[in-house]
C-alpha cells in the first residue's frame, strides 16, 4: 500500500457509555453451539493467556495487554456455557495445560 492511499485513525475522547458500547463490540463472537472443539480451544485460550502481576497491575501472560484480554474472555464464556464455574475455569487456569480435556457436559435424565 503506497503512502498515499493509507489511511490514518485518530482517536478521539468519547463518553463512558460509548467506550463500553465499543468494547463489547470488539469481543470475539460466540459459537452458536459450543461444540467438543470449541471447548478445546477456549482452554487453550484460558491457559495461554492467564493472568500475570506485573509492576503496572496484571496482564495477560501472552500479549502484555490488559487482563483480561479479548481471548481470555472468550475462553472463559465459552467454557461457561459448557457449563463449567468459575472454580472449575481457575482450576483450568492454575493447572496450566493447554491440552486439559474438559469432560462433557451432563446431560439431564
Do not use: K
Not at 85 to 93: C, E, F, K, P, S
Amino acid at each position: 500500500m503506497s503512502s498515499s492511499t493509507a489511511h490514518r485513525v485518530r482517536r478521539t475522547a468519547s463518553s463512558g457509555a460509548r467506550a463500553a458500547s465499543r468494547d463489547v463490540l470488539r469481543d470475539i463472537p460466540l459459537p452458536p453451539y459450543v461444540t467438543g472443539e470449541d471447548t478445546q480451544f477456549a482452554v487453550r485460550a484460558v491457559v495461554v493467556h492467564a493472568p500475570q502481576r506485573w509492576s503496572g497491575g496484571v496482564i495477560c501472560r501472552n500479549d502484555a495487554s490488559p487482563h483480561p484480554c479479548r481471548l481470555h474472555r472468550w475462553g472463559t464464556r465459552v467454557l461457561a456455557l459448557r457449563g463449567l464455574r468459575a472454580a472449575d475455569i481457575d482450576a483450568l487456569i492454575e493447572r496450566g495445560d493447554p491440552t486439559a480435556v474438559v469432560p462433557p457436559p451432563d446431560r439431564p435424565a
